[in-house]
Structures are given as C-alpha cells and as structure tokens.
C-alpha cells in the first residue's frame, strides 16, 4: 500500500486520471519501481529512476534524444507544468505508454537477432547526443584491461594462501587469464583502437552500460527500448562485446554460430566497419567473464565474497570455449 501510494503521489504531477495501479518491478538495491496504471486515457507505465536526480535526468535525455531521431521508445508524458518528468518524495519519475509485451530470449536465436538489431538502433539514433555539460568522459580500455591482468595476478597470490577449492582453482587459472588480458592490451594498443577512442567523443556515441532483454519489450508491432539508465560515451562495440558475453555465459559455452548471428543482425542495422570488427575482436578475447567471476572473492585474504567452485570451473571452462568459436570466424 505504500508503494502504491507513492505512485499516486506522483501521478498528481501529470493531467490524468488513475483509475487502478498496480505495482509491476521494484529492485530495492538499485531503487527503481515500475507501476502499471490504468488511466481515463488507456494504461500507462509510471517508472521511479533509478537515483541519483543527476542520473535519473540524464536517462531522462537519453530517452528524449532518442524519441526525437524516431526511434522505437514508449512516448513520455508530459507533467502539467510540461516538463518529461516528475518529482515527489525525493524520487524522479517518467509516466509513458503501456507496452504489452515480452522479454527476447536468450535461448532463441531469431530473438537474439532482434535484441542485436535493437541494440544497433539504440546506438545509431543515439549517436550526436549532446551530453549535459560537455561531461563525455570516453573510453578507457586500456586501463580496464591492464586492471583485469593485475586483479588476476593479485587473485593468483591471494587463492594460493588458502585451501579451498575455488582456491586452487583460482590460483591454477588465474595466471594464465593474465596472460590473456596482456595479450589483448598488446593487440588493442597496435589496433584501429586508438583512433576510435580519439574521435568517440566527438561523435557523440551514447552507450547502454549493462544492456540486456530486460530493456526490451517485444510487442505485436515489434520491438520497444524501455530502459534508458547507465548511459556513457563509449565505442559502440563495447555494449555489442557485453550482449555477446552475456549471451554465451547464460549457455555456458561459446559457440560460433550464435555469435555469428549476433553480429550479424547487428550489422543490418548499424553496419561495422573493419576497425571496429577488429577492435570487437580483441575485446570479445579479453577474459572479461572469468575477471568478473573472481574480482572481489580474491582480492585479499579476507575475500568481500565467496564464489562456488562450480562457478570458477565454469568460468575457465567458458574461456577456453572462446577460442575455438573466434578461430572459426577468422578472429583468434
């Protein structure tokens, strides 16, 4: 009830009138909510942003910038005052349309087509976003890779001092995962890499931090981005680099055709060019997985958080399916 209150205090900001709400979602950790409203002009989506006000607003633009170059976003509102959001209770709320819909599958290549296809329209329509204050800041891949060869040497050092099982696995992988980060900095430093990171800002790109199917909604008129939060200025192939990851780690393995798939229908939206091909490439070899699987369990001797086993086996495991699936597509 007091969530359901909430929404009704911050739907008194726009001209319409609730009929039912109803709540939909609520991640308390990230503090976003998502209420289904039944209104006297048909049903809405009121979603409470994620904080701070600062963020909140930015995906506030996001979703702006993005209506405005026709891309298929939910409309917002617009409150009595005319403004694309509301403020109550401290909270910074959207009111847009109701989409009736499902999330792509993971399991379903023709819907991993489209969440690729709808992930390069998000960055076509996106690119040339005039970012609040000039802040762009950029990529930085060189120094994500060179901390992920350093936490795995570290990572090494601290599961040699323990007997666990995760452990020892850790401390016979981790090296080797090293090398792999090193490798692919020494690539990415003699690739296309530079010259890209050089001209992002001045495209403007605008990147979806943490992409995934829960930002789509895939209705009878075809797919909707819903979810414009954790937005930076980036090379576009990062958010392509991440839906793969997280597309091979929910299968467990990597395989070629599916990656295949992916940066194809990719490629029919928003085509790469061969600099980006080859700077996806790198980063796709970069043990990204394996580094986010062990990060925090073994960064001293009394871990912030204990991983299964199980997980790092799989993990290493995931690794080593890499290769083969990169090699059968000329990437290796």
Known sequence: MEQTGEAYAA?????????????????????????????DRGPKCLRRLRPPAIVAKLAVAVHRH?????????????????????????????????LAGSEPGLFRPAELAVLARVLASFHRAGEG??????????????????RIARECDEAAWFAGARSDAASRLVAASAPAQAGRAREALRRLLASPYPLLAAGAPARGYLCRDGFS??????????????????SSCDLPVRDLRRLVNRVMKAHGRWDAGLLSTIV??????????PAELEVLAIDLACPHLYHSCIRKAFRGLRPVERVPADEVRRRVALEASKDAALAALGWA
Not at 213 to 230: N, Y
């Open 11 to 39: 739907l008194e900001e726009y001209p319409v009138q609730a009929l039912a709400v109803y709540a939909a979602e609520r991640d308390p950790v990230a503090g976003g909510a998502v209420w289904r409203v039944d209104t």
């Open 264 to 273: 194809a229908a990719y490629g029919e939206e928003r085509p790469l060019s």
């Open 66 to 98: 993005l209506e405005g170059k026709g891309a298929r976003v939910p409309q917002l509102a617009l409150t009595g005052t005319g403004d694309p959001y509301a403020t109550s209770g401290g909270g910074t709320y959207v009111l847009m349309e109701w």
């Open 129 to 146: 976003f005039p970012w609040p204050g000039g802040e762009l800041g950029g990529p930085e891949w060189p120094q994500a890779y060179a």
């Open 213 to 230: 199917e829960h930002d789509i909604r895939l209705c009878a008129s075809g797919p909707f981005l819903v979810r414009f939060t954790k």
